[in-house]
């Protein structure tokens, strides 16, 4: 076994914080995993893993082997697809990330084309409520909802979203349709847990900040199941409007209390490497980037109108 596969070994290893998952994942014995490994570590001449009966750890030594490893196998594949040219066909495995709705909704299946198109690459897909640092993650392509820090990283605009309030019609023509935001803190809501929502809603009226507390008679952790309760009539909910889009379309949610929404969220496909990125980040961000392009759901937000 050659340097390279053991370095790629041991970065699976690392990814899947385990033997037997990383075994599985590559198509290798844990036998050979386990060999690999303790090679390594005996040509180092310093432990890099630290095993339990439930878990691996890195050591010191261990994360800066892994950066390390990274930054080669990159290098190596670099060069070979430079080396190449307009030649070079995309392949080896690509880490991506987007948050967990919007990666089941609209990256999977963009996925799945991807990946019939171009049978010599693999995808690693981490679908995160979180914003994972691409760096210390090894990520190479991630989709990014919200303003975006400075950064070194090469990113391009695909789209908006905005955040609305919406229900049922059935909840509406009981409860009446909120003319102002003041008015939610006597409705019955479904609120969420998730990471970006507050339990202050925010608002702008006349370009200025305007925060409303309402009181929920359900909170959840998870949009999809406030989206579900907000389907069946038990109160207005407040997500992301790619999130109900087809529900909207469909007559099942109308939003409301649009002329008071916040300034619609922009969408960014965000890569790594620029014009030295390997030939499959270069093929699968232009995937990307076309498909959400496209797509009506994330274009143009002010088109899902609320219904009158």
């Known amino acids: 076994m050659d340097r390279f596969q053991e370095m790629h070994i041991f970065i699976t290893i690392a990814q899947e914080q385990g033997f037997s998952a990383a075994a599985r994942r590559l198509g290798l014995s844990a036998a050979s995993v386990t060999r690999a490994v303790a090679a390594l570590e005996l040509r180092i001449g310093t432990q890099l893993l630290v095993r339990t009966t439930r878990s691996v750890h890195l050591t010191e030594a261990g994360q800066r082997y892994l950066d390390d490893c990274r930054r080669i196998l990159l290098e190596v594949q670099e060069a070979e697809d430079s080396a190449a040219g307009s030649h070079a066909q995309p392949r080896g495995q690509l880490t991506v990330t987007a948050p967990v709705l919007f990666g089941e909704l609209f990256v999977t299946p963009l996925m799945a084309a991807y990946l019939t198109q171009y049978p010599d690459v693999s995808i690693n897909a981490l679908l995160l409520d979180r914003v994972v640092s ?51 803190s006597a409705m019955p809501v479904v609120a969420t847990s998730a990471a970006w929502q507050p339990r202050n809603w925010p608002f702008l009226e006349h370009g200025e900040p305007l925060l409303v507390r309402p009181e929920p008679r359900l909170v959840v952790t998870a949009n999809q199941a406030a989206i579900t309760a907000a389907c069946l009539g038990l109160g207005l909910t407040r997500v992301l409007s790619y999130q109900v889009a087809s529900k909207v379309a469909a007559g099942e949610l109308e939003i409301v209390l649009a002329e008071f929404e916040l300034p619609a969220l922009p969408i960014h496909v965000v890569y790594q490497g620029g014009r030295k990125a390997a030939a499959r980040v270069h093929s699968f961000v232009d995937f990307t980037v076309q498909a959400l392009r496209e797509h009506p759901a994330l274009q143009n937000a002010a088109l899902l109108h609320p219904v009158k």
Not at 160 to 182: D, F, I, K, N, T
């Open 134 to 184: 691409m760096v210390e993650e090894g990520i190479d392509v991630a989709v990014r909802i919200g303003e975006l820090p400075d950064s070194s990283q090469h990113a391009i605009r695909v789209g908006e979203v905005r955040r609305v309030v919406c229900g049922s019609p059935l909840y509406l023509a009981q409860h009446g349709r909120p003319q102002h935001p003041q008015a939610l």
